[in-house]
């Protein structure tokens, strides 16, 4: 079973008009499981936001992942390399992940989350 890891904006895509980003990956890779890194949950508290504080109470109700110390976009591209599904709309880590010939979940249509090659 795959672990999908969500980077911060597919988190806060629930607070903008989007799905609720659980039920975007369930669909997107209905036998995963989601887990939240810990290195997300750090950039979330230090957003401090009406909307980040939302988003840190969805990540409590999850599993936390910890997939090492440092900046959040290598941590995610570290943590594919081993195997996790990232979800992320970020072009710069979706590049890096391209190049290495990862797959990755993305959001199309501002609706819902496809995979980048076919998870």
């Given at each position: 079973?795959?672990?999908v890891?969500?980077?911060?904006?597919?988190?806060?895509?629930?607070?903008?008009?989007?799905?609720?980003?659980?039920?975007?990956?369930?669909?997107?890779?209905?036998?995963?499981?989601?887990?939240?890194?810990?290195?997300?949950?750090?950039?979330?508290k230090?957003?401090?936001?009406?909307?980040?504080?939302?988003?840190?109470?969805?990540?409590?109700?999850?599993?936390?992942?910890?997939?090492?110390?440092?900046?959040?976009?290598?941590?995610l591209?570290?943590?594919?390399?081993?195997?996790?599904?990232?979800?992320?709309?970020?072009?710069?880590?979706?590049?890096?992940?391209?190049?290495?010939?990862?797959?990755?979940l993305?959001?199309?249509?501002?609706?819902?989350?496809?995979?980048?090659?076919?998870?």
């Amino acid at each position: 079973m795959k672990t999908v890891l969500p980077d911060t904006n597919i988190i806060l895509w629930t607070f903008s008009k989007g799905p609720d980003f659980r039920e975007a990956i369930k669909e997107a890779v209905p036998d995963s499981n989601i887990a939240i890194p810990k290195c997300i949950i750090q950039e979330l508290k230090k957003l401090n936001t009406n909307n980040a504080k939302a988003a840190l109470q969805i990540c409590k109700t999850l599993p936390i992942e910890d997939i090492g110390e440092g900046y959040a976009d290598d941590m995610l591209i570290e943590a594919a390399k081993k195997g996790f599904t990232i979800a992320t709309n970020d072009k710069e880590i979706l590049k890096k992940l391209k190049d290495l010939k990862i797959n990755a979940l993305k959001i199309r249509e501002k609706t819902k989350l496809v995979s980048t090659e076919g998870v």
